[in-house]
């Protein structure tokens, strides 16, 4: 068991660019999750999937963000024209089907938009 | 889910029990709580969950009260290595997404 991984780790963009991060959830774990954190804060429900279906999406999610799980396995979150207020950690998490008790993070992503 | 309150910050001694309190008044009969915690730079870890009864594994105790309006996460001997940001979390068992919704939690500050 590997646990959760995401790339990059850190990504550097200048306001207006798309930006595109991957997660890599445990094997097996249905359940995926993204979320977003700003320093000095918890973090904040995006997004998740159950397989390769969309089933929740936050507020938050504005209509440049899009996520992606295409075959219900790693998925993908994409950033289009970044604004400065992007600047945040962004969360990957995964869970095992029946098992939504714990959720298991991976390192995150550090977006910086200059 | 309900909405938890915990202190901003505490601080430990190396070796002692840390207490972490958490208030959570308004909390539902099929409402569950949670602990996660995130060490500086890292993605939050799950710690600990109960719904009545007190719990412990090999990470902490969680002990919560008979009406079930607060609880403590108890880390029996702090190590530097707790050092990190504790959230305590409500939320409803099954049937549900099972987002979490994080506060702010309480920085734990273990001192040598």
């Known amino acids: 068991d590997t646990g959760v991984s995401q790339d990059p780790r850190h990504k550097i963009t200048k306001r207006g660019q798309n930006v595109t991060f991957r997660c890599d959830p445990i094997?097996?774990?249905?359940?995926l999750y993204w979320y977003r954190q700003t320093l000095g804060q918890g973090p904040e429900f995006l997004t998740y999937f159950q397989n390769e279906a969309q089933l929740e999406k936050s507020r938050l999610l504005s209509d440049r963000f899009s996520a992606e799980r295409p075959k219900g396995s790693f998925s993908t979150l994409e950033i289009q024209r970044t604004e400065q207020g992007d600047s945040a950690m962004y969360l990957c998490?995964?869970?095992?089907?029946?098992?939504?008790?714990?959720?298991?993070f991976g390192p995150g992503t550090r977006l910086t938009v200059l | 889910d309900a909405k938890t309150t915990q202190p901003p910050s505490m601080d430990c001694a190396e070796g002692r029990a840390a207490n972490l309190p958490c208030n959570h008044s308004?909390?539902?009969?099929?409402?569950?709580v949670y602990w996660y915690r995130q060490i500086h730079s890292q993605g939050p870890q799950y710690i600990i969950h109960g719904l009545k009864n007190n719990e412990t594994n090999e990470m902490a105790s969680l002990i919560i009260t008979e009406d079930r309006k607060s609880s403590t996460l108890i880390l029996p001997h702090a190590t530097l290595r707790d050092t990190a940001v504790y959230y305590c979390?409500?939320?409803?068992?099954?049937?549900?997404?099972?987002?979490?919704?994080f506060g702010q939690g309480t920085t734990l500050q273990v001192k040598p």
């Open positions: 998490a995964s869970s095992p089907a029946g098992r939504t008790d714990t959720q298991y």
């Open positions: 308004t909390i539902s009969g099929n409402e569950y």
């Open positions: 094997s097996e774990h249905n359940r």
């Open positions: 979390i409500v939320r409803a068992g099954s049937g549900n997404t099972g987002k979490l919704i």
